[in-house]
């Protein structure tokens, strides 16, 4: 009995145990049961949504594309203090790119202390917001730093901090993410970057001001606003001391209290604010000198022109212009081939004669051939210049009854080239665009100065072309000489707006244009006079030597009559400059481009329109290349700082 008992025991408990064996082996069974979670991506153990994801890759393209962004609109802001050229030379392809160098170093270290979490992002908003704050104050620095160290030591305090913590926060996200750990997450932000940033569209990105927020200061707020968006935090509050700054300390936004606070402190200097804005070619503003008593219109850090307020408008409604070059290009009436004689145009003849200008600046020059009875056109890209020159200086609108000129709107390579085979023909071609700080290259091709040639009146027709810069440097010389390929060099003349300096020692010359003061360059306007018809003489040299002899004068294909009381529209600064005096003959000394010197020496055959293409291609190549971009940087250094002896320091940094 005891036996059977046991037994029976023995069977109840291995049965029992028996029983509980499966219940035990379901637990395994149940956790195995979902499979598919093995293959969602983990993170420390834990499983991460493909939302989850998905958001991360979203911040990493979003901070690249701010990164590149960022890059632009930086240029931008500085362009009224410094310039374009001097602003983007460390983002011009050939000049290496300071990304190229610190980037990678970063991204090397970053991926050795292994940044695996994004938690660096909320700093990445007060650093944006802080950034208008320490540009602004690094720009009332300008004029000690110059434009060399001052665009440095504002880019890497600026765009270079932020970009960097940017592409940092940027691998830390992409280590987060499902793939290689060690070298991709380090490298692919830098690789992105360096793709976006020598990709010409956003090299070249202009972007059209329409109004407060699409603008420089405006775009540099919507970039801050779009961090804190992708980063909220309790940082957040380190912004208030910087939006507070711009709130009530940064000029260049352009409300009611801050243009308030700009006008108290430019008229303690002796200026005052006319007018300001924001267009397709910059930063445009009118301004008055209090002191001297004239008014200038500004485009980034250049002048457009300006004229005299004191004086009183001359018979004609036209004021004295500040400037003797805009008196000069009117000389262009004054042409006459010379195989004629000296005669004067009737008032019928006048009638009939048409003009065409390329850029209206303050409208000096248009306004004088208007006012002599010349059916002119004018082409104006920036509609901005053009409703500033009508609405604060003389020139008239075209919408007034019986007006004699029509203004056009529009970027001149298109009109031009549209035009260039019309049966409509000129008889003077005034070509006055922006040039020193930032010159429409376009405007200076074969190309295109073929095709003007081509507007041109056969036989009689004239062409004035005004070029600001140091006949010295190569570029300078580079487009004379495409002047003279076109035109031919015993169809033209040179002429500089002031008497050129004392002669410099070679050593001087040859370092000459380099400096950042107007003391170490020659920085001029020159204008060249070229007439569209045949010539009776070529270029000739005073002596057998090549070098100049008496006045060193050259023979050309044409003079200037002697101008009469009416060429003069009663005005004493026309009666003074309307006759160019200082010209420039081709054997000058100063002319020692070997380039230019051969085509001055052209025969009149060689005086065709470009029209080879692979010519062209030539040209184009010239001017992407290390020697040319190093040229277009010197001479716009020496622009600067012809700028800077016109209008003190803080008239171009309170803008």
């Known amino acids: 009995m005891m036996s059977s008992s046991s037994n029976s025991n023995s069977n109840s408990k291995s049965n029992s145990k028996f029983n509980r064996q499966p219940a035990r082996s379901k637990k395994p069974q149940s956790a195995n049961r979902p499979t598919s979670q093995h293959h969602r991506p983990q993170e420390g153990g834990k499983i991460v949504s493909w939302l989850q994801i998905g958001t991360r890759i979203f911040k990493i393209l979003a901070l690249i594309i701010l990164s590149v962004v960022n890059e632009r609109v930086f240029q931008l802001s500085l362009f009224p203090v410094y310039g374009s050229i001097p602003s983007s030379a460390h983002h011009l392809q050939p000049y290496p790119s300071d990304w190229k160098i610190l980037f990678p170093l970063i991204f090397i270290t ?5 940044i695996t979490n994004a ?23 300008s004029g000690f730093l110059g434009p060399r160290w001052g665009v440095a030591v504002a880019k890497l305090l600026t765009c270079t901090s932020l970009n960097i913590g940017s592409l940092l926060v940027a691998a830390g996200l992409m280590k ?40 420089r200061v405006g775009l540099q707020h919507l970039i801050a606003l779009f961090y804190t968006i992708l980063f909220p935090s309790k940082c957040l509050l380190l912004c208030l001391l910087p939006l507070a700054h711009s709130a009530f300390y940064n000029i260049h936004l352009p409300f009611p209290y801050q243009t308030s606070h700009l006008n108290s402190t430019l008229q303690a200097h002796g200026f005052s604010l006319v007018a300001r804005r924001e267009s397709l070619t910059g930063y445009i503003s009118v301004l008055n000198n209090l002191r001297d008593g004239f008014r200038v219109m500004r485009c980034d850090h250049s002048l457009l022109g300006g004229e005299w307020l004191f004086s009183a408008p001359s018979p004609s409604g036209i004021r004295e212009p500040i400037y003797a070059v805009f008196v000069m290009l009117e000389a ?55 409703k500033f020159a009508t609405q604060y200086f003389s020139f008239p609108p075209s919408l007034l009854s019986g007006a004699n000129h029509t203004t056009i709107i529009q970027d001149a390579t298109l009109y031009v080239s549209n035009h260039a085979n019309a049966e409509k023909k000129y008889d003077y071609i005034i070509h006055d665009v922006f040039t020193g700080g930032s010159e429409p290259t376009p405007l200076f091709t074969l190309s295109f100065l073929s095709s003007l040639r081509a507007l041109l009146a056969p036989s009689t027709g004239a062409i004035a072309i005004n070029y600001a810069g140091d006949l010295r440097q190569k570029r300078a010389a580079r487009v ?22 004392p002669k410099a020692t ?23 006079f070229c007439l569209n018809g045949p010539s009776s003489s070529s270029t000739v040299l005073d002596s ?9 004068k050259r023979k050309g294909g044409f003079t200037f009559r002697p101008p009469t009381d009416a060429d003069f529209l009663g005005s004493e600064a026309r009666r003074r400059h309307l006759v160019p005096r200082h010209e420039v003959p ?70």
């Open 110 to 114: 970053a991926s050795r202390f292994r």
């Open 119 to 141: 938690d660096p992002g909320k700093f990445l908003p007060p650093l944006a917001f802080g950034v208008l704050t320490i540009q602004y104050h690094l720009s009332q620095l």
């Open 176 to 215: 987060m993410l499902p793939g290689p750990k060690r070298w991709g997450p380090v490298l692919l932000p830098c690789v992105l970057l360096g793709v976006f940033s020598t990709n010409r569209p956003f090299l070249e990105l202009r972007i059209d001001v329409v109004s407060t927020i699409v603008s």
């Open 332 to 386: 262009v009436r004054l042409i006459q081939p010379s195989f004629s004689h000296p005669t004067q145009i009737s008032d019928d003849e006048i009638e009939k004669k048409s003009a065409l200008v390329i850029g209206l600046g303050t409208g000096s020059t248009p306004s004088a051939l208007i006012a002599h009875g010349i059916s002119t056109t004018v082409l104006e890209i920036d509609p901005v210049v053009h």
């Open 480 to 501: 004379v000489a495409r002047v003279l390929r076109v035109f031919g060099a015993s169809a033209c003349r040179l002429f500089r707006e002031t008497p050129p300096p």
């Open 506 to 528: 070679g050593a001087a010359r040859a370092g000459a244009g380099t400096g950042e003061r107007a003391g170490d360059i020659d920085f001029a306007n020159l204008v060249v």
């Open 544 to 552: 057998a030597d090549g070098t100049r002899t008496g006045e060193g």
């Open 586 to 655: 081709w054997d000058d000394p100063v002319l020692q481009d070997s380039h230019l010197r051969t085509t001055a020496r052209a025969d009149d055959d060689d005086r065709n329109p470009i029209t080879s293409s692979e010519e062209l291609l030539r040209e184009a190549a010239v001017d992407a290349g290390k020697e040319h971009q190093q040229a277009r940087l010197a001479g716009a250094m020496g622009h600067w700082a012809v700028m800077r002896t016109v209008l003190p320091d803080v008239v171009w940094e309170m803008w």
